[in-house]
Each structure stands twice: as structure tokens, then as C-alpha cells.
Nanobody, 124 residues
């Protein structure tokens, strides 16, 4: 398994920025992709962005395209989510996820093997 620890959440005003971090440890050698998901109260968990370890492929939900950037530092086994021009609709618990099987359907949470505990983002 891979242990994932998120950090960087907080409360910001609309238009502000936050940068989330996800530190991975444990059996990271077999991880094929990493992703950020979010879940607001009463809503389903939705994919925000994903990055594939064996290439430079990155993917974004339409709602965050142009505002959020996913990146990673492979040396430090850390994935980041830079969030700019935040909107109240971005308010949610944000989760980091790791997946060992390769697949193109990045936004389905059922396809991920390991999850972090989440970090809260509140935009007012």
C-alpha cells in the first residue's frame, strides 16, 4: 500500500489561491497515476486533476481547467495542486489518491487503490 498525507488546505476569499501537497510513502514504485478528488457535503466525490507517472499526461475537470495545475516532484514522492482564482464552488474536502493499474478513466474514484485523509478547502 501507499500512504498519502495531504496538507495545504485552508480558508480563503474568492479569487485567492492555495497550494495543496500530497506526500506519498510506502510502496510507491508501482504507482501509475496520482489524482486529486474533492467532495462537498451532500455531493459525490469528483475528480479534479490527475497526473500519469510514466509520462507527462495531465488531466483536469472542466470546472477547474485554466485555474488549477497539478504537478509532482518524483524525487520527493509529492504531488501538488496549485489552485488559483478560487470560487465558492471549490469549497470541499480535497483528497489525494494513488492508482497502480494503468487506465485512461482517471476521474472514477473506484479505480484508485489508496487515499489520503483529506484536507479542507473553504472559499468565501
Amino acid at each position: 500500500h501507499v500512504q498519502l498525507v495531504e496538507s495545504g488546505g485552508g480558508s480563503v476569499q474568492a479569487g485567492g489561491s492555495l497550494k495543496l501537497s500530497c506526500a506519498a510513502s510506502g510502496n510507491t514504485a508501482g504507482v501509475m497515476s496520482m489524482a486529486w478528488f474533492r467532495q462537498a457535503p451532500g455531493k459525490e466525490r469528483e475528480g479534479v486533476a490527475a497526473t500519469y507517472i510514466d509520462g507527462d499526461g495531465t488531466y483536469y475537470a472542466d470546472s477547474v481547467l485554466g485555474r488549477f495545475i497539478i504537478s509532482r516532484n518524483d524525487t520527493e514522492n509529492t504531488v501538488y495542486l496549485q489552485m488559483n482564482n478560487l470560487l465558492p464552488d471549490d469549497t470541499a474536502m480535497y483528497y489525494c489518491a494513488a492508482r497502480r493499474a494503468y487506465g485512461s478513466i482517471w476521474r472514477d474514484p473506484r479505480r484508485y487503490d489508496d487515499w489520503g485523509q483529506g484536507t479542507q478547502v473553504t472559499v468565501s
